[in-house]
């Protein structure tokens, strides 16, 4: 375990996490895509794990699902199925060094007509 501090863009919207994950994944989904201008990369943690300091601001994308960004600087912060334990937060928010590497990249078949997704292998 070990503790992961990050913030938004304009800083209205820190955190800490504590968390022994370390694998973080591209999103290719178009929803993804068109909130951030690309590709987020998540890193899944327990919603409990994480101690927000100034509160995020939530758009419900679907029935069941919520985004947070900051209100403030429009940063993306997480996505997050409401009736789920965990959160997929931003990895871009993280501060350095973040001990993340990416793992596979997640709804390829979605990903955009304008860019290729190279086949991913594992770092030896
Ligand atoms: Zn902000
Ligand atoms: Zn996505």
Avoid at 25 to 42: I, K, W, Y
Avoid at 55 to 60: E, K, L, Q, T, V
Avoid at 105 to 116: E, I, M, Q, R
Wanted: glycine share 10%.
């Amino acid at each position: 375990m070990r503790e992961l501090s990050g913030a938004c863009m304009c800083g209205a919207v820190k955190l800490r996490v504590r968390t022994g994950a370390t694998e973080a994944r591209e999103c290719h989904c178009t929803q993804c895509r068109r909130q951030s201008g690309h590709v987020l990369a998540f890193l899944t943690v327990p919603w409990d794990a994480v101690d927000w300091q100034g509160a995020p601001a939530i758009y419900r994308h679907t029935e069941k699902a919520d985004r947070g960004f900051c209100a403030g600087c429009g940063s993306y912060l997480y996505w997050r199925e409401r009736s789920s334990d965990m959160v997929d937060l931003s990895a871009g928010m993280f501060d350095a060094p973040t001990g993340l590497h990416l793992g596979p990249p997640s709804f390829t078949g979605n990903k955009g007509d304008y860019y290729d997704v190279s086949p991913w292998s594992a770092a030896e």
